[in-house]
């Protein structure tokens, strides 16, 4: 408490395309759902001291 906040996991997305993108409301809100597709996903994650990293290529179908 009272410090800045330090990120547990950070995500990175590459070759990024929308594939829909739905805009919708009632008489109380006005709602919108996207649907990304992505050819690697990165991510490094920090939890309880330990860091781990992993990659997913998507277009290659392998680990990075």
């Known amino acids: 408490s009272g410090g800045?906040?330090?990120?547990?996991a950070t995500y990175t997305f590459e070759t990024v395309?929308?594939?829909?993108d739905v805009i919708g409301s009632d008489t109380s809100a006005v709602s919108e759902a996207v649907q990304f597709m992505f050819g690697k996903l990165t991510?490094?994650?920090t939890f309880g001291g330990a860091s781990y990293h992993s990659c997913w290529d998507q277009v290659t179908n392998r680990s990075c």
């Not at 800045?4 to 547990?8: H, T």
């Open 17 to 20: 395309f929308v594939a829909s």
């Open 4 to 8: 800045s906040p330090v990120p547990i």
């Open 43 to 45: 991510s490094d994650i």
